[in-house]
């Protein structure tokens, strides 16, 4: 899967588009339109898990909160704290608890936050373009473009190889 | 809708993460009490 994504002026264009890319047997769950709040999208598939920074915010956290809690634990070990012997177990404990604790602080900042990996377009979005972006087996990418470009030949088309996801995405 | 299945998924890996932590918390206090 490859995916696929241009910037659509307006709701017609993106309307067009969709349909030219579900007329090539792209399914509705590999579709997704991202536009600024407060934009309708009707009956267009909507952005799903693209909406917000979640994952990958919840993803760095666990990872540098994980680091994190693991140096700390080590310090812990090398100079323990007055009257505590800290074993193993205490390093365990500093690990799990600062990339849980990490983990969660950043998912929660992140759901309010537009998702990172869409930031070169989001100029666009506030000027209230719409972003399609679509999920494209390898062998039908070339089919998909000329589809899109059969109904705006001006319209710029990026590939977005999208990230191996840690929890499956729905 | 899929904006809320996603919403739906990030609930319930928040509320994991929370469960977790409560769990590992238990553990230490039931540790450092006996």
């Known amino acids: 899967m490859k995916r696929l994504c241009f910037l659509s002026p307006d709701i017609a264009h993106a309307r067009n588009a969709i349909a030219a890319l579900r007329k090539t047997g792209v399914g509705d769950r590999h579709l997704y339109v991202v536009a600024r709040h407060g934009v309708d999208l009707e009956d267009l598939p909507d952005a799903g898990p693209e909406d917000n920074d979640f994952l990958p915010a919840y993803e760095r956290g666990l990872a540098l909160g994980g680091a994190g809690g693991l140096i700390a634990g080590l310090l812990m070990m090398v100079f323990p704290p007055a009257g505590l012997a ?20 950043s998912g929660l900042v ?11 377009f989001q100029d666009a979005l506030a000027k209230g373009a719409l972003l399609i972006l679509a999920d494209v087996p390898g062998k039908d990418i070339a089919r998909c473009e000329a589809a899109v470009r059969a109904i705006d030949a001006q319209v710029e ?6 990230p191996a996801p840690i929890f499956p995405s729905t | 809708m899929r904006k809320d299945k996603a919403a739906l998924r990030n609930a319930l890996i928040l509320g994991a993460t929370i469960v ?9 206090a039931r540790n450092l009490a006996g």
Do not use: Q
């Not at chain 1, 390093?91 to 799990?96: E, R």
């Open chain 1, 86 to 105: 800290l074993g193993g177990g205490a390093l365990i404990f500093a690990t799990l608890y600062s990339a849980g604790f990490a983990g969660l602080l």
């Open chain 1, 110 to 120: 992140a759901l309010s936050v537009p998702s990172s990996r869409l930031a070169d």
């Open chain 1, 157 to 162: 088309i990026l590939g977005l190889e999208p």
């Open chain 2, 20 to 28: 977790g932590l409560v769990i590992v918390t238990i553990f230490l």
